[in-house]
């Protein structure tokens, strides 16, 4: 299948977990997020994982960005396997190679818009390139807001600051945990708009946790998941398809 799918050739691979594990608690209260989930994300596609409350959908992404680490199983992200790198390394990688877009916009106040978008870069001590961070500012629409700080900008305004910072190391894969939460219905398919945009014409690759039937419809597809395992992929998606989807799954 493209894009996701059972484990295979990884050459168009951003993203491979294969029977990942991931299990919370002692005895009985030991709960099982990930049950042996094999999935993998192709380069430059646009996916939103979905499921009941307790699907396992943030163990997913923390698991598959390097901010957790499995019980069992490997994760690759472009051939590099997460399993095998030490603290040192995860937070370079995560420095280097990904990108994230929160609910919460986690911008520092004292900071212009300009100096959050850069951060990544500074911490990881790489050189900041002017022509760059001008392109990424224009693409994400805060040209003109790029001397402001965080409480001069709307909601939406924001969260495009968070999605420029994500952007801006040229990260193989940005995830994006539930990124319109915070947002009104209008800002937020703005948001969801230009996250649609960087895949489909500037190739980036985004991985999409929400619960929300209408965000999900902006991806490529939708990977469904129940009691911590894969469940079932929908292309194409439609807002109107993934809550009939949900709908079922949440009666099973």
């Known amino acids: 299948m493209d894009g996701v799918g059972t484990p295979g050739s990884q050459n168009s691979w951003a993203v491979e977990l294969r029977s990942v594990s991931r299990t919370y608690g002692r005895g009985a209260g030991e709960v099982a997020a990930l049950r042996d989930l094999s999935l993998t994300f192709g380069r430059g596609s646009f996916t939103a994982v979905m499921g009941p409350s307790g699907a396992g959908k943030s163990t997913l992404l923390h698991c598959a960005a390097g901010l957790d680490r499995p019980d069992g199983g490997s994760v690759q992200l472009a051939g590099t396997d997460l399993t095998t790198l030490d603290e040192a390394q995860l937070t370079m990688l995560r420095r280097e190679r990904i990108g994230f877009v929160f609910q919460a916009y986690n911008l520092l106040g004292s900071l212009t818009v300009e100096e959050n978008i850069k951060l990544p870069l500074l911490l990881a001590e790489q050189v900041v390139e002017t022509a760059w961070l001008e392109h990424v500012a224009r693409r994400v629409g805060l040209a ?26 040229r990260p193989e894969v940005i995830f994006a945990d539930e990124p319109t939460g915070a947002l009104d219905s209008r800002t937020g398919r703005g948001v969801l708009a230009l996250l649609r945009e960087v895949v489909d014409h500037d190739g980036n690759t985004v991985i999409m946790v929400t619960h929300d039937p209408i965000a999900a419809s902006y991806a490529q597809r ?21 809550a009939a989807r949900m709908t079922r799954l949440e009666g099973l």
């Open 144 to 169: 003109d807001r790029m001397g402001h700080r965080p409480a001069q900008l709307s909601g939406g305004q924001q969260q495009r600051v968070a999605i420029a910072r994500a952007l801006v190391t």
């Open 222 to 242: 939708v990977v469904f998941l129940v009691d911590g395992a894969f469940a079932e992929v929908m292309e194409s998606p439609t807002a109107e398809r993934v």
